[in-house]
């Protein structure tokens, strides 16, 4: 089993539309949680930390089920500029010494005219 | 933009070939990853660097192996090169070992032919 595991999509969606995303991870020990997005041959940028109390970032909410071992994300009125690829990821870190970063295979979003 | 620089941006190279790639982290980071992403997968880490010193590796080979200087800045160098380590490498630091932000670089392609 993979360590995280996300649909990949694609997810062709209209212009408007909301769109959510899953995660899940294996790993209970697991420390923090985040979105990444990347563009087509570009380097993944943060989207936003993913906090248990749940967040939000303008049309971006981002949700953690630490029982689950679940993450979602969800984007609301979606516009064009969302096309990319969603990573989810997870801070494993060594005994709490060392950032590793594991990341999900991605989802892709295309969002249509 | 990250402050994260990544030297060569593209470059391709032969089967057993060994090759170095460099990274220049964001200023007064002391914590610099390297990841590897083939395409259509997520990024996997590699190792990190802190003050000098690997304090963590991910699943791959010794073949893989990597040096950061004073200024902390860093190299990756891959010996022995494979056709499967065609990749997108990614570099990205942080300020201290288990850090929230993590700034990434935009990367060198590596195509192994």
């Known amino acids: 089993r993979k360590e995280v595991e996300q649909d990949p999509g694609p997810f062709n969606v209209p212009e408007g539309a909301t769109v959510a995303f899953n995660c899940t991870y294996s790993?209970?020990?697991?420390?923090?949680f985040f979105w990444y997005r990347q563009d087509c041959r570009k380097e993944p940028k943060l989207l936003m930390s993913?906090?248990?109390s749940g967040n939000e970032d303008g049309r971006f909410t981002a949700q953690l089920n630490r029982a689950s071992q679940y993450i979602s994300l969800l984007i609301r009125d979606s516009k064009l500029s969302d096309s990319a690829t969603y990573l989810c990821v997870v801070n494993m870190g060594y005994g709490g010494a060392t950032n590793k970063l594991i990341f999900g295979t991605g989802t892709l979003l295309a969002v249509q005219p | 933009e990250t402050g994260v620089t990544q030297s060569p941006t593209h470059l391709i190279k032969t089967r057993g070939q060994q090759v170095t790639l460099r990274c220049s982290s964001q200023s007064g980071h002391n914590t610099v990853s390297w990841y590897q992403q083939a395409l259509g997968q997520g990024p996997q880490f590699i190792f990190q660097?802190?003050?000098?010193?690997?304090?963590g590796r991910g699943n791959f080979p010794p073949r893989f192996s990597g040096l950061q200087f004073p200024n902390y800045s860093s190299e990756l160098n891959v010996n022995a090169l494979e056709l499967d380590d065609s990749a997108l490498y990614l570099c990205?630091?942080?300020?201290?070992?288990?850090?929230?932000?993590?700034?990434f670089g935009e990367g060198s392609w590596l195509t192994v032919v």
């Open positions: 993913v906090y248990s």
């Open positions: 660097y802190y003050r000098e010193e690997e304090n």
């Open positions: 990205a630091s942080s300020l201290g070992q288990v850090e929230n932000t993590i700034y």
């Open positions: 790993n209970s020990a697991s420390q923090s």
